[in-house]
């Protein structure tokens, strides 16, 4: 089984073939470098990037919302406290291919 590490937007992730894969959300024209190919016992790993190797993706939900985190901010015996919400946005990818 084919597997690679790839470097998108910044983040690098273990991926498969036929596997559904969350990462930050990427705009128009996001790339995805290969840092390192895993066939088996075979082991290619670039620098940075391996040559001649490319994974084929496509996007399967543009625009993901994750879960909501509150921070709150807190100062005693002075009644001063401030809540803040934050919701990260991903972007859902199927590889399709390694090769």
């Given at each position: 089984?084919?597997?690679?590490?790839?470097?998108?937007?910044?983040?690098?992730?273990i991926?498969?073939?036929?596997?559904k894969?969350?990462?930050d959300?990427?705009?128009g024209?996001?790339?995805?470098?290969?840092?390192?190919?895993l066939?088996?016992?075979?082991?290619k790993?670039?620098?940075?990037?391996v040559?001649?190797v490319?994974?084929?993706?496509?996007?399967?939900?543009?625009?993901?919302?994750g879960?909501?985190?509150?921070?709150?901010?807190?100062?005693?015996?002075?009644?001063?406290?401030?809540?803040?919400?934050?919701?990260?946005?991903?972007?859902?990818?199927?590889?399709?291919?390694?090769?």
């Amino acid at each position: 089984m084919k597997k690679a590490v790839i470097r998108v937007a910044g983040k690098q992730y273990i991926v498969a073939e036929g596997e559904k894969v969350t990462v930050d959300l990427l705009d128009g024209d996001a790339k995805v470098e290969v840092l390192a190919l895993l066939d088996g016992d075979a082991t290619k790993v670039g620098t940075p990037i391996v040559e001649g190797v490319k994974v084929t993706w496509k996007v399967v939900e543009p625009e993901v919302k994750g879960d909501k985190i509150r921070v709150i901010r807190y100062k005693s015996k002075k009644r001063v406290h401030k809540e803040i919400g934050h919701r990260q946005k991903y972007t859902d990818i199927l590889i399709e291919k390694i090769a």
